[in-house]
């Protein structure tokens, strides 16, 4: 059930005064009507029925839609939306349990434009939990004026509506919060002022970046590997010990501490890291040349 096949009259913010005027002008349905249009489409799927269902509410849209300007979105978005919400009240509408349509479409109609609005008002969500849509639909009405709300106002409004005075003051404080321009304009003319994208930006690796660093680190490790891999035993003990000591197993060992371990002196075990070392050089150089 689209917006095409209900035929509903065009709308446009050239033509809204145009459009209200005309959906004011549909006559409502009378209750049997509305039974046997509802029996229509709930039996056999009767889009004429839908039809005419849709067109004789559409003037109840504009009614509710119109409470919502106040958030600065366009009338005629937000009768769109409210529109969807109707025609989602008529796929859904069962005239046998005794509920007149506009009685159970006010909740689908409203819960459109909320959703349009929260999706909308803001670059960043201002509600996202069921307590914040409730202060977000109900903080504006509730002010005694445009200023912000004293102590004593702030905990009144949280008695109504039944949340924490903490969550009233941050949700006026995002409602009354200023917009600012992520990038500075062209015709910006103070030069001192920081767009928040100097801040903001990323400081890590581009993709691009990140990749080609990782295989280097790859690539580093398997040389060495490699390297270790071509000294004997001994050797290799004494430069790991020496040189390559992982983070929590401990620290790097003397050169006389070696020369216990092994049984030989200190000077000795410096000749064999110095012959082991160069070996290694020699293997990481040649495994450069290859990759």
Known sequence: ??????????????????????????????????????????????????????????????????????????????????????????????????????????????????????KNWRIVKVATTKAQRKLFFNLRSMKPNFGTLSPTEVKEVARQLNVKETDVSEMEKRLTGQEISLEPGSDEEDSTWVSPIAYLQDATMEPAERLASIQKEQAASNGLANALASLDDRSREIIKSRWLVQEGEGREKTLHELAGEFGVSAERIRQIEAKAMQKMKASLSEYDSLR
């Not at 459009?19 to 039974?35: D, F």
Request: aromatic content about 6%; charged content about 20%.
């Open 1 to 118: 059930m689209t917006t095409a096949t209900m035929n509903l009259p065009a709308l446009s913010v050239a033509s809204i005064e145009n459009y209200i005027s005309a959906v004011n002008r549909v006559p409502m349905l009378t209750p049997e009507r509305e039974h046997e249009l509802g029996v229509a489409l709930k039996g056999s799927g009767d889009l004429a029925a839908a039809s005419e269902m849709v067109m004789s509410h559409l003037r109840l849209v504009v009614a509710i839609a119109r409470k919502y300007t106040g958030y600065g979105l366009p009338h005629a978005d937000l009768i769109q939306e409210g529109n969807i919400g109707l025609m989602k009240a008529v796929k859904r509408f069962d005239p046998d349990r005794g509920v007149r349509l506009v009685s159970f479409a006010v909740h689908w109609i409203k819960a459109e434009i909320h959703e349009y609005i929260l």
